[in-house]
C-alpha cells in the first residue's frame, strides 16, 4: 500500500476527470455561482455612449424595357430600398449595460432592378437594453424606456433612391436618370440605467442592507465586515403567496456629501429615483441611530426635492444585539414614521417587514390605478 501511494504521488493527478458527467457539470456551475462582488463590477454597467447609424438606402435602378416585337418598351427601373432602423427595445431580462456596443448600424437597402422590381428594405437592428434606461442627446433626455417591449428609434435608415421608372412623363418618354439611397441618420446618444425596483434599501455603509436583501429573497450580494462591500447595484424579488413579486433594490452605502458626488454619490443616489417606496435601514446598535435617518433624509433631499418625502419604513437592523434594545425605543420616542425592528442575521422579526412591505406594494399599486396608468410588475 506505502508503494503505491509512493507512485500516486510521483504521478500526480490524473489528467482525466473520474467523475461523472454531471458531477463535473455541478461543479462549475457551483464556481459560477460564487462570483466574487469585485469581479461583478467589470460586467455591471449603467452608462454607455453609442454612435447609432441607419442603414443607407438602395440605389434606383435604370433600365429599359426591350423583348421581341416590343423593342422600345419604356423605362422600368424600381426604386431602391429603404435602410434599416437601430432600435433600442427594452427588456425584462436585461440587467446590465455592459452588453451594448459602442458603434450600430442598420443593414442597407438593396438596388432597384428592372421589370420595375423594388429593392428590398435593409433589416432593423434591434439593441436590447434594460428596463428604467435613459436615452440621452447632448444632456437632453430623448426617451425612458421602462415597460417591458417598450422600443425607440434610435437613428433611422436613409430612404431608397427613385429609379428611371419614377420620372417617365408625357415630356420625357424614356428618362435615364435615377437617384441614389440616402445616407441613413447618425448621432451619438448617451445611455443611463437607473435601476426599476419596487422598493430601494437605503442606509449607510454596514446597516446591513445586503444581508436583509439575503434574508427576504433569493439575491446573493456580498456581505463581509468591511464598508462598502456592495460596490453595484442588486435587486432581489419578495415572492408572495397570491404570486404577485415585490422587487427590492440593495442601493450601494450612502456617506455624508453623497448629493455633492462625494465617494460616488450621485451614481448611487440615481437608483434611487425609480424606486417606489423607500426603506431606510439604520443600525440599532451605534449611539444615535436617528441620527443615520436624518442624514440619509437629507441626502436625498439634496439630490432631488421630494425624493425623501415617499412612502418609507423604518427598519432597525441588528436587533439581536445588546445595545440594539436599549436604543429601540429611544429610535421610535424621536422619529414619525413607522419602525421595525429586527435581524438580519437571525431572520427574527422578518414577517411584520414583509407584511407591511406587501401594503406599501398595494399602496402603489391602487394609486396608479386611480391615475390610469399600469404600475409595473415583475
Known sequence: AGGRKAVLLLLGPPAFSTTCSRCAKDRRLRAKRAISERRLTRYFVDQRKVRVVG????????????????????????????GGHVIFKADQQMKSLSSVFPFYQGFHGERGGSKNCYGANGAHVYVKVPLGTLVKEDGKVVADLTQHGEEYVAAYGGAGGKGNRFFLSNENRAPTSFTPGEPGQERVLHLELKTTAHAGLVGFPNAGKSSLLRAISRAKPAVAAYPFTTLNP????????????????????LIKGAHQNRGLGVAFLKHIERCRFLLYVVDLSVPQP????????????????GLSERPCVVIGNKFDLAQSRINLPLLRERVAERVIALSALTGDNL?????????LYDTYVKTEQSRGQSPVKW
Open 55 to 82: 442603414g443607407q438606402g438602395g440605389g434606383g435602378g435604370r433600365s429599359f424595357y426591350s423583348e421581341p416585337r416590343k423593342v422600345f418598351g419604356g423605362p422600368d427601373g424600381g426604386n431602391g430600398g429603404d
Open 234 to 253: 442588486h435587486v432581489g424579488i419578495v415572492h408572495y403567496q397570491d404570486y404577485e413579486q415585490v422587487a427590492v433594490a440593495d442601493i450601494p452605502g
Open 290 to 305: 436617528w441620527t443615520q435617518l436624518q442624514d440619509l433624509k437629507y441626502e436625498l433631499e439634496a439630490y432631488e426635492k
Open 351 to 359: 414577517e411584520e417587514l414583509l407584511l407591511h412591505l406587501r401594503e
